[in-house]
C-alpha cells in the first residue's frame, strides 16, 4: 500500500487529491473559527490529511533517517 500511494502522489490526481485535502483543512479551520462548526470537524480534516500524509511519505522519511549501528556495536 505504502509503495502504491508513493507512486501515486507523484501523478496529477495525487496532487489534486493533497491539494483537495489541503483546502478541506482550510475550510474546516474557517468554519470552527469564524462559523458556528464543531471543531470536531477541523480535527476529523486534519486526522485525514495527516493519515494520508503518513502513508504516502511521512514513512519513507521515518525509516531513512532510522539510526544505525556504528561497525563496533554490530559486530559485537
Do not use: H
Not at 54 to 69: D, F, L
Request: aromatic share 10%; charged share 20%.
Amino acid at each position: 500500500m505504502e509503495r502504491t500511494a508513493q507512486r501515486w502522489m507523484g501523478t496529477r490526481v495525487g496532487a489534486l487529491v493533497t491539494l483537495a485535502l489541503m483546502l478541506g483543512v482550510a475550510v474546516a479551520f474557517v468554519g470552527s473559527t469564524k462559523g458556528n462548526w464543531n471543531p470536531l470537524v477541523l480535527v476529523a480534516a486534519l486526522v485525514v490529511y495527516l493519515a494520508v500524509f503518513w502513508v504516502a511519505i511521512g514513512r519513507r522519511i521515518w525509516r531513512s533517517m532510522g539510526w544505525k549501528p556504528e561497525r563496533s556495536e554490530r559486530d559485537s
